[in-house]
């Protein structure tokens, strides 16, 4: 009797310790979680148990333990982290991308409609317009207010203004707010949420348009004629650069602030 009144009170305290232990290894905020904490603060709360939480009491699944996708997989049913795999540089690009290298091109789309509207009239609802490079182009462009994205863009807008040398890769934005699937797929572009900028298409290269298909497991060959000085002003602000890409599509820019810090 006496032995078994000091083990059992020693056994419950083991199994408390351990059961606290795992839950504090289980709610750990994994380093690219923070960042989407810290990025999308108007709308997200936190972390907890393998979720993002949403400040609406939403939650959104982390990790969904598939560790061995394919490509074509992680393009079609990314988790949160999955976004996260490939590392995006702010470095110049010299080289062409290693196939099916697309930091930032793998969406979990049910986030961003989190962050900007489920629907079309749910996007819509928070455009607003900005006057694209008023000095040297004056352009009209609608881009969503949330998340600091048209706040965001005026600055890009402002800096490039001061380099009328550049005029002929700025004029005549090829597109921003669009409701639209990525042409040959069912995935949801991300102008479907204001938050990309295409500039001149007259001096862009496409993937697609390289090809002239849809195959998403094509080789492709490389091509960009976009400056690096475009470049980095924009990625300065929280947009990244689809000439970084396999796939690239350098008249893009969408605001991906999250894989810039």
């Not at 490509?71 to 080289?95: E, G, I």
């Not at 991308?97 to 928070?126: H, L």
Request: net charge positive; charged share 25%; glycine share 6%.
């Amino acid at each position: 009797m006496p032995f078994a009144r000091f083990v059992m009170p020693l056994l419950l305290l083991i199994f408390f310790c351990a059961d606290k232990l795992s839950a504090q290894k289980n709610d750990i905020v994994p380093p690219s979680a923070k960042k989407l904490v810290a990025c999308y603060p108007d709308f997200i709360a936190g972390y907890a148990d393998n979720h993002l939480i949403f400040k609406d009491g939403s939650k959104l699944l982390w990790d969904d333990g598939i560790s061995n996708k394919t490509y074509q997989q992680l393009l079609d049913r990314p988790d949160l982290k999955d976004m996260f795999r490939q590392a995006y540089s702010k470095n110049a690009q010299t080289q062409s991308p290693e196939k099916n290298f697309d930091p930032g091109r793998v969406r979990n789309e049910a986030f961003f409609r989190k962050i900007y509207g489920a629907t079309k009239p749910d996007v819509e609802k928070n455009l607003v317009t900005v006057t694209w490079c008023p000095k040297t182009i004056g352009q009209q462009v609608k881009v969503t207010r949330l998340n600091s994205v048209a706040q965001q863009l005026q600055k890009v807008s402002a800096e490039l203004d001061e380099h009328p040398e550049l005029k002929k890769y700025l004029t005549g934005i090829g597109g921003t707010f669009n409701w639209r699937n990525i042409a040959g797929t069912h995935r949801l572009s991300l102008h479907s949420f204001g938050i990309t900028v295409d500039i001149n298409t007259k001096y862009s290269d496409y993937w697609q348009w390289t090809c002239k298909c849809t195959n998403e497991d094509i080789n492709t060959s490389y091509q960009n004629r976009i400056p690096q000085i475009i470049i980095a002003i924009f990625e300065k602000h929280g947009f990244i650069w689809g000439g970084k890409w396999y796939h690239y599509d350098t008249m893009h820019f969408e605001y991906r602030p999250e894989l810039l810090n």
